[in-house]
């Protein structure tokens, strides 16, 4: 299995390359404000129609030709990542970039094979310390001081400029070995929800990490109403923006730090975990509002996302039940549907049937293990007739 990892790596450019460096992070806003202002001139137009305008433009801007012919792509990618991101309310309408705040670029490895010599445009030499990108010299770089040679497929290469300095971040793609999958019976249900983030089928809860949260929120709101006393395009105004996104990528990383202690935490007790569809919760959860849903779907998905990653990486097996499996409407000790209890105001309800008390989320989890184990089985029966097969197999052969 291979996995990503990024090395960064501190750059020492002389003038030459200095200046280069600086155009190609210029090339970058600029491709990306001018198709930003063409696009808010004609909506229809699209990103790859964009991409396929770059040679003209290039021929417009002659000085172009001297950059990495890879940059004015990326920085398309990039618009239309920030577009995605718009629509999906994680973030505010793309705006132009100032001279100040885009100062990065991104560039991909290619790589040639001629006469059996594989060639490839950027190379990091760990004897003489450099860095090969295109269309520039090799640049000194400092860093990884253990390691003496680079022999890892490089994906792509982002150079930053910050205050004055710059660094590259180089993702590379590993091969690592994991441990294969042991049939076994550690298995549990897991329910995700807003109010408790995740309910076990073992009875366990696991909150949302609100204390944190509320801290951030607090300090949050006071920095909303300072903005709204600000002068509009001051210079003030924009400290407080910055501090208030700074303070909004620290909530989405107290989130997925938190998250990945949880999921660590499960699959060290657990060999196979089951999960929801996340389209049922969609489904489900229809009383919070369009922001608040899009924003725990994010979360949700994430989670879904880190489990099936990591029990990949520890040789454990996660399931996620059909999409319209009504996990939480389902009495767990008769098995009849009651829909009346759709409505996620409702934590706790009397079974129409058997009278049973449910508690809304655990009930939910204990279907889910129970929906879980019969995809799971169904594969572990596939791998027994293989077993036994090859058994027959050799059985035979004596
Ligand atoms: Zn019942």
Redesign the pocket.
């Known amino acids: 299995m291979s996995q990503f990892k990024t090395y960064t790596f501190r750059l020492y450019p002389n003038n030459d390359q200095k200046k280069k460096l600086n155009s190609f992070l210029g090339t970058t806003r600029f491709v990306y404000n001018h198709y930003l202002e063409l696009k808010e001139k004609e909506y229809s137009l699209n990103f790859k129609d964009m991409k396929k305008d770059i040679p003209s433009l290039v021929e417009n801007y002659p000085w172009m030709k001297e950059v990495d012919s890879i940059i004015p792509r990326c920085a398309i990618d990039n618009l239309e990542n920030a577009f995605t991101r718009y629509f999906n309310n994680l973030g505010g309408k793309p705006k132009f970039k100032k001279h100040s705040s885009l100062c990065s670029y991104r560039t991909s490895c290619i790589r040639r094979e001629h006469k059996d010599k594989e060639y490839q445009n950027i190379k990091v030499d760990l004897i003489n310390r450099t860095i090969k990108l295109p269309k520039i010299s090799e640049i000194k770089i400092k860093g990884y001081r253990n390691l003496t040679t680079f022999d890892k497929k490089i994906i792509n290469v982002t150079v930053k400029r910050v205050a004055g300095k710059y660094y590259a971040n180089v993702l590379v793609s590993e091969d690592i070995e994991v441990p294969s999958f042991k049939p076994s019976l550690n298995m549990v249900g897991i329910d995700l929800g807003v109010k408790t983030l995740m309910t076990t089928s073992d009875g366990e809860k696991i909150e949302n990490i609100k204390e944190q949260l509320a801290r951030y929120e607090h300090k949050l709101k006071g920095l909303n109403r300072w903005l709204a006393r600000s002068k509009k395009g001051s210079k003030n105004r924009e400290k407080i923006i910055i501090k208030i996104q700074k303070l909004n990528q620290k909530i989405r990383n107290a989130k997925k730090f938190y998250n990945n202690i949880m999921i660590n935490k499960i699959l060290k007790e657990n060999d196979v975990v089951f999960l929801e569809n996340l389209k049922t919760k969609e489904m489900i959860e229809n009383g919070a509002s369009s922001l608040a849903k899009s924003i725990s779907n994010s979360n949700f998905s994430d989670i879904i996302n880190k489990f099936k990653y990591k029990a990949k990486m520890l040789g454990k097996k996660v399931y996620q039940v059909s999409t319209y499996f009504p996990s939480s409407q389902i009495?767990?000790?008769?098995?009849?549907r009651?829909e009346k209890v759709k409505n996620l105001s409702v934590r706790k309800w009397k079974?129409?049937?058997?009278?049973?008390v449910?508690e809304r989320d655990i009930n939910a989890s204990l279907n889910i293990l129970e929906e879980g184990m019969k995809l799971y089985f169904k594969d572990l029966d596939k791998e027994m007739k293989l077993y036994l097969e090859n058994i027959d197999r050799e059985l035979k052969l004596i």
Do not use: I, L, M
């Not at 079974?351 to 049973?356: A, E, F, I, L, S």
């Open positions: 009495c767990y000790s008769c098995g009849s009651n079974c129409p049937n058997c009278h049973n449910n």
